[in-house]
């Protein structure tokens, strides 16, 4: 089965700690994943994508098939970072995008 | 330039009665998505387009669900004798082709309530 699975429903953390959003999946073969983020009153929206390898606000995010995981992670949390995160995979067909529950972060002062 | 655009922003309806929720794509996108999403979960697959014709239906949950694209851009979500688990936000993403390479940009969805 496909799937994706978000442990945390909320992370709050102090501006400039570290952040890790968890994720961990459920998918044969080699998976594509995804952080999608919603800020509030916006829409979904891509953050990074595994196969892009790429650090996009200071976020990065690495496959480990091993612990079938794919952590979001920031090393100095910023108030304007507060938002949704989802956790997303590519189906097998290639049709559409698996997501996870979501985790809200939440960064004060 | 102009983003994937969905109509109504809000729908609320009866049970049993019939809706249909109107999505705009990014000009030139082929991939047409609907997603799902009810309250505290994450967009649930409903069906995706290539060009007008479905390619994968899989995730409409009954008969009573359907969509179309006749001209390959403007998608019409239809719900017939609407219930009251129907009641979510629908979000509509377009891509400029399918699969992992091309991002799937979201509209700003459609939250309909079946009182």
């Known amino acids: 089965a496909q799937r994706v699975t978000q442990p945390e429903k909320l992370l709050s953390v102090f501006k400039g700690a570290p952040v890790e959003l968890k994720c961990n999946y459920s998918y044969s073969g080699s998976p594509e994943l995804f952080w999608y983020v919603q800020y509030s009153r916006q829409r979904l929206q891509l953050l990074l994508r595994?196969?892009s390898r790429e650090s996009i606000k200071g976020f990065t995010a690495d496959l480990n098939k091993g612990e079938t995981s794919f952590h979001l992670k920031k090393p100095f949390a910023q108030e304007e970072d507060s938002a949704m995160y989802y956790c997303?995979?590519?189906?097998?067909?290639?049709?559409?995008?698996?997501f996870g529950k979501g985790t809200t972060l939440s960064v004060s002062s | 330039g102009a983003g994937v655009s969905q109509t109504p922003s809000n729908k609320v309806t009866e049970k049993g009665k019939y809706v249909e929720l109107r999505c705009d794509p990014i000009s030139g996108h082929t991939a047409l998505y609907w997603y799902r999403q009810s309250l505290g979960q994450g967009p649930e697959f409903l069906i995706y387009?290539?060009?007008?014709?479905?390619?994968?239906d899989s995730g409409l949950p009954n008969d009573r669900f359907f969509a179309v694209r006749p001209e390959g851009s403007v998608s019409t979500l239809k719900i017939q004798r609407t219930e009251r688990g129907d009641s979510a936000v629908y979000l509509c993403?377009?891509?400029?082709?399918?699969?992992?390479?091309?991002?799937?940009?979201f509209g700003p969805g459609t939250r309909l309530t079946v009182l």
């Open positions: 997303a995979l590519h189906n097998q067909a290639g049709t559409a995008l698996i």
């Open positions: 595994h196969i």
């Open positions: 993403a377009s891509s400029t082709q399918r699969g992992p390479y091309n991002e799937q940009f």
């Open positions: 387009f290539q060009g007008t014709g479905a390619a994968d």
